[in-house]
């Protein structure tokens, strides 16, 4: 990945978790310590199929296919307040965060992410990369989550740039649907 490759767009749009921050080791021993006391399985491969979708949707989903009986709300909650006590854990993507860097006050950027706000944003804080955005969108700021396109299309909005103008950095299938869903390019930062 080069800066170069990235002139032609107006907008820059970023995944924060996987694709600005290295953070899915951490929020996969988040899931696995919190899941495993509510007696749910999360085989490693299977998180990562479900990069990007919010929280309590991992929890219902896989307690209803298992059969055990959780409180969404509050597993997602428990393993987010856990994940925030690991935070200091997570790396940046050196490359990504070099592009966001390099396009810092010559384009419109914004973060879009599958995570809740005080997550992100603390990850955000921890990389000292906060300041890189015009735009912080996350899954409290949209109903429908990736794979719909909806937090690509808020984040653009958001940064006023058409999304046809945008490039979508991610890390996740669900992702990249919602990218191509929402009328965007997008790069595979894996």
């Known amino acids: 990945m080069n800066a170069n490759d990235f002139e032609k767009y107006d907008g820059l749009i970023f995944d924060c978790d996987g694709t600005l921050a290295d953070s899915m080791p951490v929020h996969y021993v988040a899931w696995r310590d919190t899941l495993q006391r509510h007696r749910i399985?999360?085989?490693?491969?299977?998180?990562?199929?479900?990069?990007?979708?919010?929280?309590?949707?991992?929890?219902?989903?896989?307690?209803?296919?298992?059969?055990?009986?959780?409180?969404?709300?509050?597993?997602?909650?428990?393993?987010?307040?856990?994940?925030?006590?690991?935070?200091?854990?997570?790396?940046?993507?050196?490359?990504?965060?070099?592009?966001?860097?390099?396009?810092?006050?010559?384009?419109p950027m914004a973060v879009a992410s599958g995570s809740g706000r005080i997550v992100v944003v603390k990850q955000l804080v921890s990389l000292k990369i906060d300041e890189l955005f015009a735009a912080v969108v996350t899954a409290e700021d949209t109903e429908r989550h990736k794979p719909e396109p909806d937090v690509f299309l808020e984040a653009a909005r958001r940064i006023g740039v058409r999304p046809e103008r945008c490039v979508v950095f991610e890390d996740s299938p669900l992702g990249f649907q919602a990218a191509e869903a929402a009328g965007m390019d997008w790069v595979d930062v894996r």
């Open 41 to 107: 399985e999360f085989p490693e491969a299977r998180f990562y199929s479900m990069g990007g979708m919010p929280s309590d949707k991992i929890v219902t989903l896989l307690s209803t296919e298992q059969g055990v009986q959780a409180d969404p709300v509050a597993v997602a909650n428990e393993k987010e307040v856990y994940f925030q006590t690991l935070i200091d854990q997570v790396r940046p993507k050196q490359a990504v965060c070099d592009i966001a860097v390099a396009f810092h006050r010559r384009k």
